[in-house]
């Protein structure tokens, strides 16, 4: 008996899988916290504070001490070197700054600024005073959190198949909620970054556990539900985001609203059961057993007395190490860029996201709707890689051709400045950029060899967090260099990816290479070279019986005697056939 077979007795999908996994997609609706810093790490408009001044309203006290930049706009970083205890109430009230000034009055940096509270009340940038010289620390906590991330994604993994995804789990999710306790009631900047990097630890850890066992829970047929109800919850994640930034403006008392309900889910995840497939693998089968009893008796399954997880066939597949991938040539280049395509998807969806708070507009409603399409995009992009007039790989080019092609007509959006058009494109591009991610997941992990495709798709995810930690500084640092220099990034970025897909073979109905040397000689299209398919057991299983030196005879491959000669020969006609169509 297989694995799968068992979910034929205790039910495919039921009211034990719809419990267990209802405690884990809760965990993804509070799941990933690196959209927060859109909202708790925004910018507030700030200008120079004087003692002197603070009992006059805002508009005098810029009037008075604070001189104009090159734009015209009031400066945000400088004020007029003057001695304010030498004029009077009466002075500041009739304030002629043509007649009180000269042009030999200088300026200097501010020491303390004054945050107007338009938008929000308070973010981390008012907290810490990341204004000015101390502007570059604000993008620093996103790449700090996607660093934790990456260590948090390497570890848990392996963690999750030595001890079991469920204490995984507890770990991960406790380690989040140690980070989410420091970074909200942190003291200073250097104890926020700190809990941000283990929240991004935690968070990522604890996800893809999460995602793991959902899919063991359930049977064959109903996984890729699972996997897709995941991805929904996720996209959720993200849309209760600006929901909740909107009714509250303090960044503390957003990230407690935002984030707790970890703590509650970590109580929840304590009645969470096993992997059924991991307590198979590793031998705990008492355990299998009786989880796959209680499975049966809630679905109503018919689990028969006699049954034994013993006589479970062993499935685990042989893993191979990276090095793998870059000693061959063919298996080498599609690597290079299956990780370049990896690297430019999550550059392009994390730079457009990070960047939604510098959009025109009302920030929560630019992240709400951006946040509401990722649902659709996943759909429609779904819906084309099994679309056989494009398939895998030109969806793939499709969704970065027109991504890196909203990037690029954002450029004269922002050179005109019209920021409804750069909104826009920019919410647009966001959600190809999603499309691009799930056409590059599926492409990428047809196109690697059962025997290092694990190893494959970690390694180009090592790409894509890199990409991650990269990102936080495309946006607003990258504009204060050049306003559209962002978008000329990721559209150039994008349209190479564009480009180097199309070198990739297309795997459509393809039959998925097991073995590297078979990997080698795929080549996907219409110029498809046959893998070791059923074609070439049949061969092994009619061939002729060779004879011993006792002259008995034995079988060169396996005994079939349904088969006829001319049956390989109709099934190889056949697959000729559906290749032409």
């Not at 507030?44 to 508009?59: A, G, I, K, R, T």
């Not at 850890?205 to 999460?210: A, E, R």
């Not at 009714?247 to 929840?268: F, G, S, T």
């Not at 709400?368 to 995009?377: D, I, T």
């Amino acid at each position: 008996m297989k694995y799968d077979d068992v979910y034929d007795f205790v039910g495919q999908v039921g009211v034990f899988q719809v419990c267990a996994s209802s405690c884990l997609l809760l965990y993804c609706l509070f799941a990933l916290d690196s959209m927060t810093m859109i909202f708790a790490g925004a910018d507030m408009p700030h200008f120079c504070q004087v003692e002197e001044l603070e009992n006059l309203s805002y508009d005098l006290q810029k009037l008075i001490a604070i001189p104009l930049d090159g734009s015209g706009a009031v400066s945000s970083c400088e004020m007029f070197n003057l001695d304010y205890s030498n004029y009077s109430m009466e002075d500041y009230l009739t304030w002629n700054r043509t007649l009180m000034m000269d042009n030999n009055t200088g300026v200097v940096p501010c020491s303390k600024w004054i945050y107007e509270q338009v938008v929000f009340v308070s973010t981390i940038v008012s907290r810490f005073g990341l204004v000015c010289e101390w502007s570059f620390l604000i993008p620093l906590v996103s790449t700090v959190y996607m660093a934790g991330s990456l260590v948090g994604g390497a570890i848990g993994g392996p963690l999750s198949d030595r001890i079991g995804r469920k204490p995984t789990i507890l770990v991960f999710l406790s380690v989040k909620v140690i980070g989410v306790f420091l970074s909200t009631f942190s003291p200073n900047y250097v104890v926020f970054i700190v809990g941000r990097f283990i929240m991004g630890a935690g968070s990522i850890g604890c996800y893809n556990t999460c995602y793991v066992l959902t899919m063991e829970l359930v049977g064959p047929k109903y996984r890729s539900l699972m996997g897709g109800s995941v991805q929904v919850a996720t996209s959720l994640c993200f849309v209760l985001q600006p929901l909740i930034a909107y009714l509250d403006r303090h960044d503390v008392r957003y990230q407690m609203a935002a984030l707790a309900p970890n703590a509650v889910v970590l109580l929840i995840a304590l009645e969470v059961c096993e992997s059924p497939r991991w307590l198979v693998v590793t031998g705990r089968h008492d355990n299998a057993e009786k989880l796959f009893r209680q499975m049966s008796l809630v679905n109503g399954g018919s689990l028969p007395p006699d049954f034994s997880t013993k006589s479970i066939e062993n499935e685990e597949n042989s893993t191979g190490s990276c090095l793998l991938l870059f000693r061959f040539p063919v298996l080498r280049l599609r690597t290079i860029l299956c990780a370049y395509l990896c690297f430019t998807s999550n550059l392009l969806y994390f730079s457009l996201s990070l960047n939604t708070g510098a959009l025109h507009g009302d920030i929560f409603f630019n992240a709400l709707v951006s946040a509401s399409l990722e649902v659709p995009s996943i759909v429609v992009c779904i819906f084309l890689v099994e679309w056989k007039f494009l398939g895998r790989r030109f969806s793939t080019f499709l969704t970065f051709f027109l991504s890196s092609a909203s990037c690029l007509l954002c450029i004269p959006m922002v050179l005109m400045d019209i920021g409804v058009g750069e909104t826009a494109l920019s919410i647009v591009g966001k959600s190809l950029a999603v499309m691009t991610y799930t056409a590059v997941f599926i492409l990428s992990s047809e196109i690697f060899p059962t025997e290092v495709r694990n190893a494959g798709i970690g390694l180009i995810q090592v790409f894509g967090g890199v990409a991650n930690m990269a990102a936080s500084f495309i946006g607003e640092p990258m504009s204060q260099v050049w306003r559209p220099l962002p978008y000329v990034v990721l559209g150039a970025t994008g349209s190479l990816a564009a480009v180097s897909s199309l070198l990739l073979p297309e795997t459509l109905g393809h039959p998925l290479p097991d073995t590297i040397e078979q990997a080698e000689q795929f080549k996907g299209g219409k110029t498809r070279r046959p893998l070791t398919t059923s074609v070439d057991r049949c061969r092994s299983d009619t061939a002729e019986p060779t004879a011993d030196d006792d002259g008995s005879t034995e079988e060169a491959g396996k005994v079939n005697p349904g088969f006829s000669d001319e049956e390989p020969r109709a099934i190889r006609n056949r697959q000729n056939e559906i290749s032409k169509l």
